[in-house]
């Protein structure tokens, strides 16, 4: 049996764990303009990226990002999820490929989409204008929430993908017995469903939280040249400053940042509906 | 307490109907069984009184006020579910506490009355188990505890005993009984099994595509009932095809004559024997003859199947003693068939 998982274990061990490992051992050198870099075991990569006030400022914009676009998907996933949960499965498959329809056009191609809709002269602000509520066009393009609606667009089916797989699990009667006992429908959401879908929030979370953190091609891309997230920090060390020990450095900052981050939430949401 | 009215409740999913006019009162403190097949609409039926089902016509009426339209958490009534729908991650105790938790109920009496209820239901000291760590019978009392606790003008069951093993069936059935019967809940029960009905029900209505085929008491149903569907539904029925030929003659489609009321009207009817009603002697006498098929033997009681007139009919009697004559009776043998005119009914043809 435990022969089974060896092929996938090869192509992780290799794919990942391997050239984790040396960019962990990258992060420890040092910086050389001219040799690219030096042999090396010492922590300065991560120091300064730690002091410096511009890196604060990118881990923060990054995880405020990411965390507001976790928050935006659990509150928009929740409603769409539970409806996908309870629809017939003829119309169910239907709806399914809708949800997933996002993620069959390319990041890239999306974001060009975005700068149509939100630029200077786009849509929005043509619409607007022509409707005589504005005269000067808004800055829609190139700011946080453009960002943020973006990813928001892009991860939002995981999310709702996630959520609908666990409340399907949870038996409609559940909800029937609590309405037949007095609830209405937003109490026996409160006290029924939402517990019994914790799991499914905490999975859905971790994935579309990872998955932000570590956008690349949309805060480029919708966030412009003055706004800057960790993983487009991180190529620009390795491309263009290519000084490659700190770039692993951040690399593996955000990495760290990620996982405790991860791991706490689900710790925290997880011990409060244990309680119950 | 309350009563519970039912006036030409209808639903219907496009052009199909799936309860078609049923009209229904249920007494305070009476238990009615909706009995029937499935797919007769006795569920629907029942999930329009919870609230579950928008009726397509017709109105639902608790303890006299019309709750047709009422969404199910402002009607007062309590289900017990066929997989019991027990809140999994809330304790026996939380289980019971929720209804008199959404009405309001104070922590202090809510304590109270879930212990009454848990006592009720003879599961007092399993307040804080997980519905999962309680065996199947365990958790359908949690069920009714649950349902109970809150003191519901209607009382709801469906099928709340088809997921339990047959010994213990039989004993929470006549604890629900109990139970409905000491506490006076005015109930309606839905189930698929005959045995179950007559056993606990007050008032039986038999259902058969979506239609109310007859209501009455177990003896009425099993004595007098209206039409073919009821007669082969509750119990078992030999039905012979003919005509009433004379007063008490009855002539089957082959010419054989067989007794049957003397006040039967004429004309082309079914005639209904019940099995234990059939009489049978093991040599020629005054009867019509038939030819054993064969025999099955029930311990108690033993089945005789014969051939009369072409078609097949049953008589069921107690187990002869060893060494009586009918226990030599092998296939093939000649017997003659008879019966009391007044024990046969005659029904309409093709109730269908």
Redesign the interface.
């Known amino acids: 049996m435990a022969a089974l998982i060896l092929p996938a274990g090869l192509l992780v061990l290799l794919l990942l764990v391997a050239p984790m490992v040396m960019l962990f051992r990258i992060s420890l050198n040092e910086y050389s303009p001219t040799q690219l870099m030096i042999e090396a075991l010492q922590p300065g990569n991560y120091l300064r990226a730690l002091a410096d006030p511009y890196y604060q400022g990118v881990m923060g914009t990054t995880m405020t990002v990411a965390l507001s676009c976790t928050a935006i998907c659990l509150i928009i996933g929740f409603p769409a999820a539970w409806w996908l949960a309870r629809m017939d499965s003829k119309q169910k498959s239907l709806a399914v490929i809708l949800t997933v329809f996002p993620l069959l056009v390319g990041n890239v191609v999306r974001s060009a989409g975005w700068m149509a809709l939100l630029g200077r002269d786009g849509a929005i602000n043509a619409a607007l204008r022509g409707l005589g509520i504005i005269s000067e066009p808004l800055q829609l393009l190139y700011t946080q929430g453009a960002v943020i609606v973006g990813i928001v667009a892009v991860v939002a089916p995981y999310m709702i993908l996630t959520l609908s797989a666990v409340i399907e699990g949870i038996p409609r009667n559940l909800e029937e017995a609590a309405a037949n006992l007095g609830a209405g429908p937003l109490t026996a959401f409160r006290r029924v469903v939402l517990p019994l879908a914790v799991p499914g929030v905490v999975a859905g979370s971790v994935l579309v939280f990872i998955l932000c953190m570590n956008a690349y091609a949309t805060p480029v891309l919708l966030g412009g040249p003055q706004f800057k997230m960790m993983a487009p920090a991180v190529y620009d060390q390795f491309v263009r400053g290519t000084n490659w020990p700190f770039g692993a450095a951040l690399a593996f900052l955000l990495l760290m940042v990620t996982l405790v981050l991860t791991v706490l939430g689900s710790a925290v949401v997880g011990r409060r509906y244990k309680a119950q | 307490m309350g009563t519970l009215q039912l006036q030409g409740l209808t639903r219907r999913y496009g052009a199909n109907t799936v309860v078609d006019g049923v009209d229904l009162d249920v007494a305070e403190g009476e238990l009615v069984a909706l009995l029937g097949p499935s797919g007769c609409g006795k569920t629907t039926t029942l999930r329009m009184v ?3 089902v928008e009726p397509s016509a017709g109105t639902v009426r608790i303890a006299g006020k019309d709750v047709t339209h009422a ?3 402002g009607r007062d ?3 017990v ?1 066929q ?1 019991y ?6 304790t026996v105790a ?1 289980n019971v506490a ?2 008199l938790e ?2 309001g109920v104070g922590k202090a009496e809510r304590e109270a009355r879930v212990l009454e209820a848990l006592r009720l239901v003879r599961l007092d000291g399993l307040a804080e188990r997980l519905p999962r760590q309680l065996s199947g019978g365990q958790q359908q009392r949690v069920a009714l505890a ?2 109970l606790v ?1 003191n519901p003008a209607v009382f709801l069951l469906d099928e709340p005993l088809s997921n339990l093993d047959a010994k213990l069936r039989a004993e929470v059935r006549v604890e629900i009984r109990n139970l409905q019967q000491r506490l006076g809940l005015t109930t309606l029960f839905v189930t698929h099994d005959q045995e179950e009905a007559l056993t606990m029900a007050d008032r039986l209505v038999v259902m058969e595509g979506g239609r109310v085929r007859q209501v009455g008491t177990a003896e009425e149903l099993y004595e007098r009932p209206a039409d073919l569907f009821v007669a082969n539904f509750i119990g078992r029925v030999n039905a012979l095809a003919g005509e009433v030929a004379a007063p008490g003659a009855f002539r089957t489609t082959d010419g054989t004559t067989l007794p049957c009321p003397r006040d039967a009207a004429p004309g082309r009817a079914t005639l209904c024997l019940r099995p234990e009603k059939l009489r049978f002697q093991p040599w020629a006498s005054a009867g019509v003859p038939a030819k054993l098929e064969r025999t099955v033997y029930l311990g108690g009681q033993t089945e005789y199947h014969f051939t009369l007139a072409g078609m097949a009919v049953m008589a069921l009697r107690e187990t002869p003693p060893e060494g009586d004559r009918l226990r030599s009776l092998r296939p093939g043998d000649q017997v003659t068939l008879d019966w009391l005119g007044e024990d046969a009914r005659l029904l309409p043809e093709a109730a269908r």
């Open positions: 919870a609230g579950f969404p199910p958490h009534t309590g289900m579910f997989s729908a027990l809140f999994p991650h809330m939380g929720f209804g959404m009405r649950r349902a809150v």
